[in-house]
């Protein structure tokens, strides 16, 4: 018998009656290609590029190592072949290999060269991050090196010259002797040893740092929406956004369509996010677009995926948002903006729950919950045409209308004061509160840029502040102009309430300055002083 004789059917055997299955007389085991491509992509988003590379490349070193050692033990006479190798490697579904060239070594010329089709791990490397810049099968010259440095005796290296990873139309392999390769290739080399540990401590340390970050914001996240009264901190405290908050816990449940309405900057992504988090699909994908923000046609790719070459600049094929969000929750934002073409497509798959990419023919199947997000009044928009009414039933199965900022004041510090610890969280510097006067302000001003323009307002205070507390000059100019108005804000103050804020900030601004302030305000000093003594009574009795 020869090594090529070997038959997968043979050498694979499951034990009658159980959940074992050997191969060789070993115990083996069996992974959908897919599983482990998220495998190793989940190692190198959590442990970055290099140490997940070492980490495979001595994982499939070992493969090799032991493939070998079993083959030395069962059927010495085959090891010796030079083709057992490569077979074993396509006998594990690994690779498909051909034209392996061999000398002793030892001249300029490989131990071993090769080409491989068919790599696993380039197909998935592709799939989950594109064109790589670099080889990617790490497994497989791991495997290969494992195995032949067993069979000589001599540690010997296998890298690769071109990988299908990197757009090659074919992956090609050199194995040779450490010695033989020089030091230009070191840094390859090192991920066959664990002493690359420094540049992979280095990576790990950016990476958790980006995890606490993520982790950070996603706790203030929470803590916006966490309503468990014994929490003290809890941002949201006005009973509209209470409201708020039990609805779309409520909806989370259901699998119903939901439009989620409200002013630029309430938060319509968080709540979406929110729902998703709460509902049965929580452990699948949460996947968001803004509509807006694109043209049809990248809208449209985006959103269905494409095939290779189904236009200009398409190398490869992509999949879409509609199946990325599969299982998931898929939010679109900003729907009101679409175009009556894309009406159409959207109104389509949720019909027909099933899409075909850009170039395609044939369809696949989706599943996901819709949640759309607009800052525009769709009933309206239906009613002059611009929206389709077939769509918006669609879509609006429940609407949730998140309340602007100003019509819940008793948000406006809580939230600012969450921010506020937030930014200054990792700074040296301590920023702890807002003087009164600066609190005032936030809750006079009518906020029409909602919670993200208190959030930019905050940290453009926290970058001025100099001293422990923010402060009136340290807040943006238009929050130290506003005079409320009732009409958008909704509240009444009295002429002596507003009068009294007015000549105190303008004192302020003239750094105590009497005269000054006097003269600016256009009154006598004799009747600023009356006022000031009065405010003063006013505050000690
Ligand atoms: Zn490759």
New binding site residues.
């Given amino acids: 018998m020869q090594a090529l004789d070997l038959d997968l059917n043979e050498l694979l055997y499951r034990l009658p009656n159980s959940g074992i299955i050997q191969f060789m007389g070993q115990r083996v085991l069996l992974f959908d290609a897919l599983a482990l491509g998220l495998l190793r992509e989940e190692m190198i988003e959590t442990l970055g590029l290099s140490a997940a590379r070492g980490i495979l490349t001595r994982f499939g070193y070992a493969h090799g190592w032991r493939t070998a050692e079993i083959m030395r033990r069962d059927h010495p006479d085959l090891f010796k072949e030079s083709w057992a190798g490569p077979h074993l490697h396509a006998l594990h579904g690994l690779v498909t290999p051909e034209q392996t060239t061999r000398t002793d070594g030892e001249g300029a010329e490989p131990l071993v060269a090769g080409v ?1 089709h068919d ?1 696993y ?2 197909e998935q490397h592709r799939l989950h991050f594109g064109v790589a810049g670099e ?3 790490w497994t ?1 010259t791991g495997f290969a090196s494992g195995y032949v440095s067993n069979r000589t005796g001599r540690e010997v290296y296998f890298l ?1 010259t071109a ?3 990197m757009g090659a139309p074919v ?1 090609k392999i050199e194995g040779r002797f450490r010695e033989k390769w020089g030091t230009s290739v070191e840094e390859q080399l090192s991920y066959y040893h664990m002493e690359s540990v420094d540049t992979v401590l280095a990576e790990l340390t950016t990476k958790l740092k980006g995890v606490e970050k993520k982790l950070k914001k996603r706790q203030s996240q929470l803590s916006c929406f966490d309503l468990d009264d014994e929490l003290p901190c809890g941002s949201c405290r006005s009973a509209a956004m209470k409201e708020t908050i039990d609805m779309a816990k409520r909806i989370a449940k259901t699998d119903s369509s939901v439009v989620i309405s409200g002013e630029t900057g309430v938060g319509k992504e968080r709540i979406a996010r929110f729902i998703h988090d709460e509902s049965p699909r929580s452990s699948k994908p949460f996947v968001a677009i803004n509509c807006g923000a694109l043209t049809e046609t990248l809208l449209e790719s985006e959103l269905f995926g494409y095939a290779k070459g189904a236009f200009t600049g398409a190398i490869r094929d992509t999949i879409g948002l509609f199946e990325a969000a599969n299982g998931g929750t898929l939010l679109l934002d900003e729907i009101g903006e679409i175009s009556p073409g894309m009406q159409v497509k959207i109104l389509r798959v949720l019909q027909e729950r099933e899409i075909r990419r850009i170039g395609e023919s044939r369809t696949r199947p989706v599943d996901f919950r819709i949640l759309s997000a607009t800052n525009r009044n769709l009933s309206e928009e239906v009613e002059v045409g611009r929206f389709r009414q077939d769509l918006y039933y669609r879509l609006r199965v429940i609407e949730l209308k998140l309340p602007p900022l100003r019509e819940r004041e008793d948000d406006i510090l809580p939230l600012a004061r969450t921010i506020l610890s937030e930014s200054t969280g990792q700074g040296e510097r301590k920023i702890t509160s807002f003087t009164p006067q600066a609190a005032e302000l936030l809750l006079n001003y009518h906020w029409p840029g909602n919670v993200r323009e208190l959030q930019n307002v905050v940290e453009y205070a926290v970058a001025l502040a100099t001293g422990d507390r923010i402060d009136i000059d340290d807040l943006p100019e238009e929050l130290r102009t506003a005079i409320p108005n009732p009409a958008i804000t909704g509240k009444i103050r009295s002429l002596d309430e507003v009068e009294k804020s007015y000549i105190l900030s303008v004192l302020e601004r003239m750094a105590g300055n009497k005269t000054k302030t006097a003269e600016a305000l256009n009154i006598g000093i004799a009747t600023l002083y009356r006022k000031l003594n009065g405010y003063e009574k006013q505050r000690n009795g």
Avoid: V
Wanted: charged share 15%; aromatic share 8%; net charge negative.
């Fill in positions: 491989w790599s791990e380039a080889p990617t099968c497989l690769e990988c299908c990873g992956c």
